[in-house]
């Protein structure tokens, strides 16, 4: 539950309205996914690690990037095009990666 912890120290930040997306990314780039990934090398992935992970993951990420007003209705972005805004990998693609850059490092 740290990364709920680390989210929830950021938010009144994700919510200003002054901080630029570009900085709301970074924060949740350096601080957030760090604290929600840690000890990822020896996870097991199970149904529900993985229903947690990207979860929390749509949470901040729909948080920073907000709604889309279309047809003067707001609506939640679909998880694609907020990946798509976000430009990086997703936090289970990161995850699954990390026991190989271990592995890469200890060789």
Request: proline share 4%.
């Amino acid at each position: 539950m740290n990364e709920d912890r680390a989210y929830y120290t950021l938010l009144p930040s994700l919510q200003r309205q002054s901080v630029l997306r570009a900085e709301k990314i970074k924060f949740c780039k350096t601080f957030i996914r760090p604290v929600a990934t840690y000890g990822a090398e020896s996870w097991t992935l199970n149904n529900d690690t993985t229903k947690r992970l990207a979860t929390f993951e749509r949470k901040v990420l729909r948080r920073i990037f907000g709604g889309i007003k279309a047809n003067e209705n707001w609506s939640k972005p679909y998880y694609k095009e907020v990946m798509q805004l976000f430009g990086d990998l997703d936090i289970l693609s990161l995850v699954r990666k990390r026991p190989l850059n271990w592995i890469g490092h200890v060789n």
